[in-house]
């Protein structure tokens, strides 16, 4: 019952940003259809989803376009990219183990086995971006700030056209309102007594870490806001 009325908060506070959504994609899509091919709409849409970057082995495919982009803002190569990504589930598991989440024992399992996708199933909290910029030697500030480069530098270099550009940017635009409306939803049910503020907390650390079931990847660094 009180999972009912915390997903009610949640899908109440984002309905509208969900037909804003799709109306505005919509009319993006429309615009990219009138300018040069250099990407297709299809690509600029999986670039849109997945945050111009990959967030660690076996979480998914990220697309090799948004690596490039965010290689390009980062001054790095692909390669470079590839290998830092590599490390992630290694560093989230050890920074399990020093956390206490889990067991050097279940560490030792992880490591030759399922790796992060056990720390998920465990529940463990991860936030792949600030183990993705320990992995680059950089600040979570200084790899956001390469991500909001990475669109503007692919204009020039070729590799988006404006218009699909601009889609992308109002895409997450929308994600950030989305992610925004949640913390929202889920600090009303807090306050309502449907969650305790470490469940709460739990959820967005989740969300950071993985996506989310409403965000995108990349809404890393956020915690629940004050009034």
């Known amino acids: 019952m009180l999972r009912n009325k ?3 908060l949640i899908l109440g506070g984002i309905a509208a940003l969900g037909i804003t959504a799709g109306a505005t994609t919509a009319f993006a899509q429309s615009t990219d259809a009138t300018a040069p091919a250099v990407q297709s709409a299809a690509g600029a849409d999986t670039l849109a989803n997945n945050e111009l970057a990959p967030r660690g082995p076996g979480m998914g495919n990220r697309g090799a376009m948004g690596g490039e982009m965010l290689a390009n803002a980062l001054g790095i190569t692909q390669a ?6 590599q490390k992630i589930p ?24 399922n790796g992060m996708r056990g720390l998920m199933a465990l529940g463990v909290n991860i936030d792949q971006d600030a183990l993705l910029a320990e992995a680059l030697g950089i600040t979570p500030e200084a790899l956001a700030t390469a991500r909001d480069n990475a669109i503007p530098m692919a204009v020039e270099a070729g590799l988006l056209t404006q218009a699909q550009a601009n889609d992308l940017l109002v895409q997450k ?14 600090k009303q049910a807090v306050e309502q007594g449907l ?26 660094g956020r915690g629940m806001r004050g009034n």
């Open 90 to 113: 290694e560093l989230a598991i050890a920074k399990a183990v020093e956390n206490g989440d889990i067991t050097q024992e279940q560490a030792d399992q992880m490591t030759q086995g």
């Open 6 to 8: 915390v997903t009610g």
């Open 173 to 186: 635009m929308i994600r950030d309102a989305v992610q925004a409306a949640r913390e929202d939803a889920l």
């Open 195 to 220: 969650l305790t503020q470490a469940q709460a907390d739990r959820m967005l650390e989740q969300d950071r870490g993985f996506g989310g079931d409403f965000g995108g990847p990349g809404a890393g």
């Open 80 to 85: 470079e990219l590839q290998t830092a990504m």
